[in-house]
Structures are given as structure tokens and as C-alpha cells.
């Protein structure tokens, strides 16, 4: 069965950071493109960040976090990781990990991301 297992989220002050996890079962997580997607209530799922296989080794990031965020991969631990830094209010929403098949791709875009993990609630006060 097919797990995606996100933890670390929780409370911060502006400022801070913190560093997500999500742990991936029943997928070959080796041959696996991993991303990141957050969603504030009311507003869409968007892309944060993403990390291919060491084959095409590349990482890619939303405008919006790119040189506050790093994301980056474990095998021997069929986990990937999301550190946030610098956090702000408006990084306040439900961070979900995903996996697409395709671990070549750069893809921005959920519908390319087959598997998703449960979210987790990252709330940042001023």
C-alpha cells in the first residue's frame, strides 16, 4: 500500500524556520520525483518546491520561496525534506508532499504528481 507520511509542521514566529519530512512507502522511491505544494484556505494549490533522482539531479522552486526554502532527499531513508526558512505570515497553509512517477521531470503542476501525502498545518504569526 502506497504511503506518503508528512510530519514537522506546527506554530513558528516570522522569522523563523522549520524543516518538513515526508516519508514515502510502497513506491520504488529511488526512480521517484518528489514535490512540495502548499495550500492557504481559500486560495488554490500551488507548487512550492521539487527534487528528481539523482540521474537528473535538479531541484526547482516557486518564485516566491526560492532563496528561503531547500528541499532535498534521503535514500537511505525513502525521505524527502523541506526546510523553510526566513518564514513569513503568508507561508501560513497545508503543506502537502507528492511523488510522480516520472523521475525525470521538473514538473510544477499537481495533476503530474500521482501520490500525495496527508498535509501538514504550518502557521506562521507576525
Known amino acids: 500500500q502506497v504511503h506518503l507520511v508528512e510530519s514537522g509542521g506546527g506554530l513558528v514566529q516570522a522569522g523563523d524556520s522549520l524543516t518538513l519530512s515526508c516519508a514515502v512507502a510502497g513506491l520504488t522511491f529511488s526512480t521517484l520525483t518528489m514535490g512540495w505544494f502548499r495550500q492557504a484556505p481559500d486560495q488554490e494549490r500551488e507548487f512550492v518546491a521539487g527534487v528528481n533522482t539523482w540521474h537528473n539531479r535538479a531541484t526547482w522552486y516557486a518564485e516566491s520561496v526560492e532563496g528561503r526554502f531547500v528541499t532535498w532527499r534521503r535514500y537511505d531513508k525513502n525521505t524527502v525534506y523541506l526546510q523553510m526558512n526566513t518564514l513569513k505570515p503568508e507561508d501560513t497553509a497545508v503543506y502537502y508532499c507528492?511523488?510522480?512517477?516520472?523521475?525525470?521531470?521538473?514538473?510544477?503542476?499537481?495533476?503530474?504528481?500521482?501520490?500525495w501525502g496527508q498535509g501538514t498545518q504550518v502557521t506562521v504569526s507576525s
Open positions: 507528492a511523488a510522480a512517477e516520472d523521475g525525470s521531470t521538473r514538473s510544477r503542476y499537481a495533476e503530474d504528481y500521482g501520490y
